[in-house]
């Protein structure tokens, strides 16, 4: 099972070295990472996702909550949040034409941000399976290169996360 952890850290050098390294060092793999300073500079958020069942979720977290520049951890499995991924993906444009990708973007709600004679740059933004779903209607014209961020994500409960700690 998926679950996806935030984490409200100390906004210092090594920070993210220290987790990760925790992490590995207890063999849990993280499948996605973004890290990102909120809106108090003293503090980042890392949002990451990790596979296992509720006991390795609940060592990932008492492992968390151990290091000292780790402020809170929470755990989203069983809660109502909001997960965004972000991809930019460069497309050819060589064998078939522009208003085929464009019409798609449209329709996932992308937006085309560089364009040039043998290609288009498409940025977009939704849950994985969106992601994923766009990236197999674009395999047709040919994938360039493509780059994703790890998974973002709030709770929706707006007293649940008081990052103002």
Not at 34 to 60: H, K, W
Not at 132 to 137: D, G, K, T, Y
Not at 138 to 144: A, E, K, T, V, Y
């Amino acid at each position: 099972m998926r679950h996806v952890l935030s984490a409200l850290v100390m906004n210092q050098p090594g920070v993210l070295a220290h987790i990760s390294g925790m992490l590995a060092s207890r063999a849990f793999n993280i499948e996605s990472l973004a890290v990102g300073e909120t809106d108090n500079p003293e503090f980042s958020r890392i949002t990451f996702v990790v596979s296992g069942d509720d006991r390795v979720l609940d060592q990932v977290r008492k492992q968390l909550e151990k290091i000292v520049t780790v402020v809170k951890v929470i755990d989203y499995s069983n809660k109502d949040f909001v997960e965004r991924d972000l991809m930019l993906i460069k497309v050819s444009t060589e064998s078939r034409p522009r208003s085929e990708i464009k019409e798609l973007c449209e329709i996932f709600r992308g937006k085309i941000v560089d364009v040039s004679s043998g290609h288009v740059m498409i940025e977009i933004s939704g849950q994985e399976s969106k992601i994923n779903a766009f990236i197999e209607l674009m395999r047709p014209f040919g994938i360039l290169e493509l780059v994703r961020t790890g998974r973002i994500a709030l709770l929706r409960d707006d007293l649940a996360e008081d990052e103002n700690v």
